[in-house]
């Protein structure tokens, strides 16, 4: 038997529903540009009708419905598309961390220009030669002592550039280590509010919408993985868990994601990039640059010595045959009677074979450290002998001196040696495992590879791009707001809201002719 | 299932478009107002590699383009000398040609001695030459004259006609691996200390015969100017050989900047029309992107509804 009022019930919950729809519009609406919001939804059903089923019934015809309630608000969202985006996201992040180092590199090594290294290195033996036509000047010794000091310089400024990279890269990953932190500790948080809120049975969805916004973002940064437990999300890096359930996170600093590295637990992601390029690209070039300027210095060449040169007194040279001779004695027995084919330790060794115009004509080590150490040289401290750089008589550019021991100023065997060795093959490699390039060559290779590195960095972060824009795009088609659905949702539900008022007056009317219009025939 | 699209989609995907259209546009930029089509080595490694490779060339090369002007300046100074030299030694034979005409008095072989002296201190001086303040005709002792600065008459220290000059060549690098030695050496063109017709020496028995009279001693000296003036002429040639060398390296050089020049210009230049074109399309593309999305973006059903 239905209750007098049973339309007026039905109305007031069609009405209430409606009102909750609307407001649901409102909110999503309002959400229509929040990073990481999903649309929401307010899922409604028939009520529960009239007369349930049971042995007492009335023998009223059909099934009366007693009108809608919403038994849930949910948000609208894909689990699948969120894997595969922080999937994607993580090798987005880490080339794109690679390909902005690799394009610093580029500035760095500023090639092809007039002002690199490669001009330095040209400018370097073009003194040389312009030395060997005057030997017996001071001009051409002070142009060999500033291209010389042009050299050190650009390789010390090239080395000092790197390391400042490499600091920058460190600090880098201690500040995202922080905002790493932020973020688990925002999902420790969620986790929290969240299992408290559904705990009660509601749908927590603005907050889940937040926690997968933290969990997008830590997927730039690293590689996670995200499980979804009874106490709320547990996110690993690799073998590493990071933050689980309700507990507070222990917090990640750069020396433990740089283990993570080593350990292989963290492999992709920003962080990954930023390590990854240090260790390798960053600390790479600072090899290459230091091999460079120690094999100029020290490295292998083989040196055709002119005949008629005069070795100093007591020098051992090593025979292109591995054969060692020593020089000593008169300078008539220290005079090559041919050319002399010798193995070389680098520019330093070839200059220790000259004379100069000062008042001690013995040949100096070229190079030395900025400590004047000679032994292995690197580019951030090479730098000119400083006594040559003080006075630039002790360059040398004879090869050959008087019976009584006296420079014959004239000769400039040396400086052509010098000047040659751009077009000699110094070894790059070891003894025993040999790699003999020119030292231009061997620049050049440098270069040419960071050329194929980022190339290949850009390429490979476009692709990662386009397919993070992708999913992204799928997440949004499923996730987004669209206004002009929510528009018309509007409409929707502002008619269903208003035939539901209308149905209350037309009841209300009619309960009114029953109280008030009935029973006062004929008064 | 149809593509849900929102309107936040249709704007994410207008930016991103519009952005990446902005990147190629300033990548245009760059190489129009660079007028180079490889700015880093990203933009094509192994055009980079090329690149460089052709610039250290050119550096080197435009190198031993100075060494070869040098060392022209080198040779023609030589040249220049070697012809005084020859004028010299044609007087002495004139002069020697009328020494060794018998019958004169002592007083006329005097005055031809006097001349005939001038002329020795003058190849003296001649052997004495400096350019770029080196000695040229003594090999790699540059910083000391070869020949004594002394007279005929002094007889203190060397005479000129004693001398072993040093025989070191000044190289000069015109290649890759190719050197020439510019200078001839003094004993190569004055004569060895040993030599019979040593250009000093026989100046010197020359004047020593006028002295005395001698004038048959004189006429048989005129056989060992004769041989003297031959190796002159010899020497010239042999400079002029040099030169020639020099003036077809020089050549060489000039061609090889050139070609070196146009390949590094092909391998990094853009080109231009094709920059400029590209430039334009992706302009009407941009602009194209603009209005679209300022169709696309604003109206909503919001619009519509009254």
Redesign the interface.
């Given at each position: 038997m239905r209750s007098t009022f049973h339309g007026l019930e039905t109305a007031r919950r069609s009405l209430f529903t409606q009102t909750a729809a609307l407001y649901t519009t409102g909110h999503n609406v309002a959400n229509?540009?929040t990073t990481g919001y999903s649309r929401q939804i307010v899922n409604m059903t028939a009520s529960q009708s009239m007369e349930a089923y049971g042995l007492i019934r009335s023998t009223v015809p059909g099934q009366m419905g007693s009108g809608v309630e919403f038994t849930s608000i949910t948000r609208v969202r894909e689990k699948f598309l969120d894997d595969q985006y922080r999937n994607e996201n993580k090798s987005f992040g880490d080339y794109s961390i690679r390909q902005d180092t690799?394009?610093k590199l580029?500035?760095i090594?500023n090639?092809?220009s007039?002002s690199g290294v490669?001009?330095v290195?040209?400018?370097f033996?073009?003194a040389w030669?312009?030395l060997?036509?005057?030997?017996?000047?001071a001009d051409g010794r002070k142009i060999v002592r500033e291209q010389a000091l042009a050299l050190t310089d650009a390789l010390n400024h090239t080395a000092k550039q790197l390391s400042d990279l490499k600091n920058d890269l460190t600090e880098n990953v201690d500040i995202r280590a922080g905002e790493i932190n932020s973020r688990l500790h925002g999902i420790a948080q969620l986790n929290r509010s969240i299992a408290k809120l559904e705990g009660l049975g509601d749908n927590a969805n603005d907050l889940r919408d937040q926690r997968d916004q933290l969990a997008d973002e830590l997927s730039k940064m690293i590689n996670i993985t995200v499980t979804e437990q009874s106490d709320g999300y547990k996110i690993d890096m690799g073998g590493t868990e990071l933050v689980a359930g309700f507990d507070e996170p222990a917090p990640v600093t750069g020396e433990t994601l740089t283990d993570a590295v080593a350990s292989g637990d963290l492999n992709s992601g920003e962080v990954y990039g930023m390590i990854l390029s240090r260790d390798t690209y960053v600390q790479g070039y600072i090899n290459d640059l230091d091999r460079l300027a120690n094999t100029l210095a020290n490295g292998d060449i083989e040196v055709t010595l002119p005949k008629?040169s005069v070795i100093p007194e007591g020098t051992t040279l090593t025979n292109s045959d591995g054969s060692t001779t020593l020089y000593s004695g008169s300078v008539s027995s220290r005079t090559l009677s041919g050319d002399t084919k010798v193995v070389l330790k680098g520019l330093n060794a070839l200059h220790q074979l000259g004379y100069n115009t000062s008042s001690t004509p013995t040949g100096l080590p070229f190079f030395t450290n900025a400590d004047g150490s000679t032994g292995t040289i690197t580019a951030a401290s090479i730098t000119l002998n400083k006594q040559i750089a003080d006075n630039p008589t002790k360059i040398s550019a004879?090869m050959?001196v008087n019976d009584d021991g006296t420079l014959?100023?004239?000769?400039?065997?040396l400086s052509?040696l010098f000047?040659?060795a751009?077009?000699m093959r110094f070894n790059f490699g070891s003894a025993g495992d040999p790699n003999l390039n020119t030292v231009?060559?061997y620049?050049?290779?440098i270069?040419?590879?960071?050329?194929?590195q980022?190339?290949e960095a850009?390429r490979q972060m476009n692709n990662s791009k386009g397919l993070v824009?992708q999913i992204?795009?799928r997440r949004?088609?499923?996730s987004?707001?669209?206004?002009?659905?929510e528009?018309?949702n509007m409409?929707k539900f502002q008619h269903a809201y208003n035939a539901a008022a209308r149905n209350m007056t037309m009841i209300d009317e009619m309960l009114d002719k029953v109280i008030n219009g009935m029973g006062v025939v004929g008064r | 299932m149809g593509?849900?699209?929102?309107?936040?989609?249709m704007n994410?995907?207008l930016l991103?478009n519009v952005s990446s259209n902005l990147g190629r546009m300033n990548d245009l930029q760059n190489q129009l107002s660079t007028g180079?089509r490889?700015?880093?080595?990203?933009?094509?490694?192994?055009g980079?590699?090329f690149?460089?490779?052709y610039?250290?060339e050119i550096?080197?090369n435009?190198?031993?383009v100075?060494?070869t002007d040098?060392a022209t300046s080198m040779l023609d100074f030589t040249d220049t000398t070697l012809g005084q030299a020859g004028d010299v030694l044609q007087r002495l034979r004139e002069l020697a040609v009328k020494g060794a005409t018998g019958a004169q008095p002592q007083e006329a072989y005097d005055a031809i001695n006097l001349e005939v002296k001038e002329l020795y201190n003058q190849l003296v001086e001649i052997g004495n030459s400096k350019f770029?303040?080196?000695y040229v005709f003594?090999?790699?002792?540059?910083?000391t004259a070869p020949y004594p600065g002394t007279k005929i008459d002094d007889a203190t220290g060397k005479m000129a006609y004693e001398v072993t000059t040093?025989a070191?060549q000044?190289?000069?690098?015109l290649g890759?691996?190719v050197?020439l030695g510019a200078n001839l050496t003094g004993v190569e063109i004055f004569g060895n200390p040993t030599d019979a017709d040593n250009v000093f020496l026989v100046v010197k028995q020359v004047s020593d015969a006028l002295k005395d009279g001698n004038y048959n001693k004189v006429s048989d000296l005129i056989g060992s100017i004769d041989t003297r003036l031959g190796t002159l002429l010899e020497k010239r040639a042999e400079v002029g050989a040099r030169t020639n060398r020099l003036a077809l390296v020089s050549d060489r050089l000039t061609q090889t900047g050139v070609n070196l020049k146009s390949i590094q210009s092909k391998t990094?230049d853009a080109d231009m029309a094709e920059v400029i074109t590209n430039l334009k399309t992706e302009e009407n593309v941009y602009q194209a992107s603009l209005s679209a999305g300022a169709k696309l973006i604003s109206p909503?059903?919001?619009d519509f509804?009254k």
């Open positions: 229509a540009n690799l394009e580029e500035t090594v090639e092809p007039e490669r001009t290195i040209a400018n033996f073009n030669s312009e060997s036509k005057s030997p017996e000047n008629g004879s050959r014959i100023e004239g000769n400039n065997s052509v000047s040659q751009r077009d231009d060559a620049f050049r290779s270069a040419g590879q960071l050329g194929v980022s190339e850009i824009d992204d795009g949004q088609s499923v987004g707001v669209s206004l002009d659905e528009m018309s409409i | 593509i849900r699209v929102t309107q936040s989609m994410t995907q991103r180079r490889i700015n880093k080595p990203s933009d094509d490694p192994v980079l590699t690149s460089m490779r610039r250290s550096d080197a435009d190198q031993y100075k060494n040098s770029n303040g080196k003594n090999g790699e002792q540059t910083q040093d070191g000044t190289q000069y690098e890759p691996g050197t990094e909503s059903l919001v509804l």
